[in-house]
């Protein structure tokens, strides 16, 4: 009988490109992804501590994750859930990032209620920031530092809340911030600090619609352009880049 094949290693380049098939096959990466670094932290740290996004590519993994084959290999009682950004709306509203993921994924799995940590959207938005960045440095000893932080990416480069122009993303201080979109509505995020002191950030981008944008953030000639996005550095960490086919189309294929 043939040995039992080893199980792969974790990959941890701190810097990893993968490009999946379709929107489909990169929720099923990152659902992947989510399972492994859950069982890392807890075996190393009894916890496992996850900023999420908002938008529509992530939803699909929170989506999936509630499905058996990933939500059994999960320990729920003891994943902390935070937010990266969120929209200063009460968490009844549909833009409310802490509603999405409650409706695709929270409601649906055994995760305590106090393992849910939301962004208070319908306070001050400046209070609410305080408020936050409060409890996180209490929750984590001073310096908080996420296992993983999930992000999308808009068409225009931002991350969480952090839009181009922005003087947050010269933010040195303050851990989450009150901001406004390009709309105009009130917004509360993490800033750069907090975002890049994690173990582990996971960009996630799908469609067509952001070919170029990634383009011009992955093409080498370009890595300077100042966009949000191109700020996102771990410290100590890795960052992982999950694309889909139609996402990655404007990029140049990889040398021979
Ligand atoms: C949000 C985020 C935003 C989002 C991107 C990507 O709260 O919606 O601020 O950064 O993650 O716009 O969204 P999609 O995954 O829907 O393309």
């Not at 990933?70 to 968490?91: H, N, T």
């Not at 549909?94 to 509603?99: D, E, L």
């Not at 994690?198 to 093409?219: D, N, P, Y």
């Amino acid at each position: 009988m043939s040995p039992m094949p080893a199980p792969s290693p974790i990959n941890e380049a701190p810097l990893r490109i993968e490009i999946c098939k379709d929107a489909a096959d990169l929720a099923r990466h990152a659902a992947g992804l989510f399972v492994t670094l859950a069982g890392k932290a807890l075996g190393s740290r009894r916890q496992f501590a996850v900023a999420l996004a908002g938008g529509e590519t992530p939803r699909r993994l929170y989506e999936l994750l509630t499905q058996d084959h990933y939500a059994y290999q999960i320990v729920w009682p003891a994943v902390q859930v935070f937010w990266s950004d969120e929209r200063c709306v009460p968490p009844s509203d549909t833009r409310s990032n802490y509603r999405m993921a409650l409706d695709a994924m929270l409601s649906k799995v055994a995760i305590p209620e106090g393992n849910i940590h939301r962004m208070r959207g319908e306070d001050e938005p400046g209070a609410a920031a305080a408020a936050c960045e409060k409890d996180l440095r209490a929750r984590f000893d001073g310096a908080p530092r996420f296992d993983l932080v999930l992000l999308g990416l808009g068409a225009d480069g931002h991350v969480a809340s952090l839009f181009p122009g922005s003087a947050l993303l010269d933010e040195r201080e303050r851990l989450v911030a009150a901001t406004r979109d390009p709309e105009g509505l009130s917004r509360l995020t993490y800033t750069l600090p907090l975002i890049n002191a994690a173990r582990t950030v996971a960009i996630l981008v799908s469609g067509e619609g952001k070919a170029e944008i990634l383009r011009r953030v992955l093409a080498a000639e370009a890595r300077d352009e100042g966009l949000p996005v191109q700020r996102v550095r771990p410290a100590a960490g890795q960052l992982v880049w999950l694309l889909d086919e139609a996402a990655a189309s404007l990029l140049d294929p990889p040398a021979a």
